[in-house]
């Protein structure tokens, strides 16, 4: 039973999540709303399987932790994504209406079923991801945003919400903008929401599963530990948000088959968790360095 726990889990999860959106669409239930109650029931039922099936013991986190990194999740789920849109999704939409009026139609395929428009969405825009996340490990200026992301040496589902305001603007725009550009539907939009939100948290969370072939689909938390080892090598690996098709592609899927994750981490910073320190991290990068370090 427990092992069909292990490999049901995190499809399950994510199914059960777009299912219920998709249905709740059909019922003219407000968008903002289906996104943000499918994502937090989704959530609650991820995070009372940390405490019951952990992948690891020692990424059990305490008090302090928790707290900063809700510090963050109210800033990354609840105050930045309606900033963004009202400062950007104007201009987007601009963009979009008139792209179609040069193109004569729609660049937007509104025809297609609804399933068919999400993985489109999920390929464009785990593209733009791909990048954005590629470049904020690639040059050193942005790695000092990004590197707040990897400061936890543990972890767990809110894990995914640990961004620099910076870091949140370029990779929630860069999946999302072009998207707008394109002029995908409001639905299309909602889906893909749902499904990078609990995906994200999966990826990170301290659950017990069994993915097999799904390593070759999604970018799954078998995928993504390797990518906040603390080991730059391994690090630099495993970009995607959503579908691990890009880190294919271009040749920086990593899952070793003969050793385990050892730490997750930094090696030569020392990260304070409190918000403040880390929103003033790229600046105060020195700083936080450790001697020992090199």
């Known amino acids: 039973m427990m092992k069909l726990i292990e490999h049901a889990l995190y499809p399950g999860v994510l199914l059960i999540a777009l299912v219920t959106a998709g249905s709740l669409l059909t019922l003219g239930v407000d968008e903002t709303l289906i996104t943000f109650a499918t994502t937090i029931v989704a959530g609650v039922a991820v995070m009372i ?28 789920a609840v105050i930045f ?97 072009p998207l707008v550009l394109l002029g995908a539907s409001s639905q299309t939009l909602v889906l893909f929401s749902v499904f990078t939100a609990i995906n994200g948290g999966m990826q990170h969370a301290n659950i017990r599963v069994i993915l097999g072939p799904l390593n070759w689909i999604l970018a799954t938390c078998d995928l993504h530990r390797w990518h906040h080892s603390e080991v730059m090598g391994e690090s630099n690996t495993n970009f995607s948000s959503n579908l691990i098709l890009w880190d294919i592609v271009f040749g920086t899927r990593f899952l070793p088959k003969d050793r385990e994750l050892e730490q997750v981490g930094l090696q030569d910073v020392e990260i304070p968790p409190t918000l403040t320190a880390h929103w003033l991290t790229p600046w105060r990068w020195a700083t936080f360095q450790r001697a020992d370090a090199g």
């Open 81 to 177: 994504p309606p900033l963004v849109q009202a400062v950007c999704f104007s201009a987007l939409v601009w963009g979009s209406m008139k792209a179609a009026a040069m193109a004569g139609s729609s660049l937007w395929p509104h025809h297609w079923p609804l399933s068919l428009e999400l993985l489109l969405a999920l390929v464009i825009g785990d593209f733009g991801f791909y990048w954005a996340h590629r470049a904020l490990h690639k040059w050193d200026w942005l790695w000092r945003i990004h590197a707040v992301h990897h400061s936890s040496d543990k972890l767990y589902f809110f894990s995914a919400t640990r961004l620099h305001p910076i870091n949140f603007l370029a990779t929630y725009l860069a999946p999302v903008a």
């Open 49 to 76: 399987v940390q405490v019951c099936m952990p992948h690891r013991e020692d990424w059990r986190v305490g008090r302090r932790e928790v707290k900063v990194d809700l510090w963050h999740l109210i800033f990354t």
